[in-house]
């Protein structure tokens, strides 16, 4: 090993021949690769192997590795943008957009964090659509991690007084999610579970989903956009009676057809998990 290469140099330096697109022989003659190890004492700082393999083929076994592992980890998540791409335009976002945003976590759960805004953006078949179903699939991947507590009930929803009702707040669970989307991408999601080539034409549509985990088993319900509102406003913290307020002065609030329909509402949202308590208005 190069006595002048303090740990931290050579762990960047690998670090950067791994991520380094091309061929091992690319990665190691890469500026800034070669600029903590020359290509030539590469066997200085990696051994040959027993087997007959050199030191840069060696490093190329873990190079090599790095797209595929990388592209399985995003596949994972993002199951139905790459369906919708094809091998060929999947893999060129995916490189693309490790060029822009190399895995800098110690967990591969943070890595397709950015893959929407990047999506937006992209040289892909129809960007927009493609935005929306990363967003919608990035959501389910983030209420899949989410910590689940102990949702309040209906029965605890129902005890409490309307003057208490209407000075509390709604405190959402951490597996929630509230999308408005332009295109019907659930419905194109829905799709992989059956034949692979009855998808539903692209199409656009305003849709507003909740996406939210109970029981350990991840789900989605559309809303109507006046409920939608409401549970924006609920989810955002604002007063139970505020909240109601604005929902029935807004335009198409006949939808709701009153505070009854609304607190039905309450309690179909609670009895789905959507909230874990509620926190009194401070004096």
């Known amino acids: 090993m190069a006595p002048e290469l303090a740990l931290g140099g050579l762990q960047r330096w690998l670090q950067v021949v791994i991520e380094a697109p091309g061929s091992v022989k690319t990665a190691l003659r890469s500026r800034e690769a070669a600029r903590l190890v020359r290509p030539a004492r590469t066997r200085d700082v990696v051994r040959p192997s027993h087997r007959g393999l050199s030191a840069a083929e060696r490093v190329g076994i873990y190079q090599g590795m790095y797209l595929p592992r990388m592209m399985e980890a995003l596949e994972s998540d993002y199951e139905g943008l790459a369906h919708f791409l094809g091998p060929t335009a999947w893999t060129r976002l995916v490189r693309a957009y490790l060029t822009a945003h190399p895995s800098r976590s110690y967990t ?161 949202w609670a009895a789905m998990g959507l909230f874990q308590g509620r926190a009194r208005r401070s004096a």
């Not at 199409?203 to 029981?215: A, F, G």
């Not at 989810?235 to 505020?242: D, E, K, N, W």
């Open 108 to 268: 591969l759960n943070e890595l397709g964090r950015r893959l929407p805004e990047f999506v937006r953006h992209a040289r892909v078949p129809r960007a927009a659509f493609c935005y929306d179903l990363a967003r919608l699939e990035r959501a389910v991947a983030e209420v899949f991690d989410a910590p689940e507590p102990k949702p309040l009930t209906e029965k605890e929803l129902a005890a409490l007084r309307p003057r208490d009702l209407e000075r509390a707040r709604l405190v959402p669970v951490a597996a929630l999610r509230l999308l408005v989307l332009d295109h019907d991408a659930g419905a194109w999601l829905d799709s992989l579970r059956g034949d692979e080539h009855a998808h539903p034409p692209v199409r656009r549509k305003r849709t507003r989903v909740l996406v939210y985990r109970r029981s350990y088993r991840v789900k989605r319900r559309e809303q109507t956009e006046a409920a939608f509102a409401l549970l924006e406003d609920l989810v955002a913290g604002v007063l139970i009676g505020r909240a109601l307020t604005r929902a029935l002065a807004r335009r198409g609030a006949a939808r709701l057809a009153g505070a009854d329909a609304a607190f039905r509402l309450f309690r179909e």
